[in-house]
């Protein structure tokens, strides 16, 4: 079975900077992409970024220019680099991983992590 641990959340002021990081383990035999999503209560969960196997990224209009995402195959861990954060960008923010296991190794699937807070306020 895979797994997939986030860290990183907090409370930051406006303006702060916060870096998520999201590992992976388990069974992984081949990642095809990873990706942040993030959800504020009450609305939709939306994406954020992505990143896909062969290293391009995607982002919201909204975080263009100040979110970073990143990753670290070896370490099967994704990051977010977030900064000049605004009370908008408030929500718990989920980690995606698109992946085929050693037990299905030609059938991918879609694993989430377990959300992590992030909360911009003065």
């Known amino acids: 079975q895979v797994q997939l641990v986030e860290s990183g959340g907090g409370l930051v002021q406006p303006g702060g900077s916060l870096r998520l990081s999201c590992a992976a383990s388990?069974?992984?035999?081949?990642?095809?992409?990873m990706g942040w999503y993030r959800q504020a209560p009450g609305k939709q969960r939306e994406l954020v970024a992505t990143?896909?196997?062969?290293?391009?990224?995607n982002y919201a209009d909204s975080v263009k220019g100040r979110f970073t995402i990143s990753r670290d195959n070896a370490k099967n861990t994704v990051y977010l680099q977030m900064n000049s954060l605004k009370p908008e960008d408030t929500a718990v923010y989920y980690c995606n991983l698109r992946i085929t296991t050693l037990q299905a190794m030609w059938s991918p699937n879609t694993y989430w992590g377990q959300g992590t807070q992030v909360t911009v306020s003065s």
């Open positions: 388990g069974s992984i035999f081949s990642i095809y992409a």
């Open positions: 990143i896909i196997s062969g290293g391009s990224t």
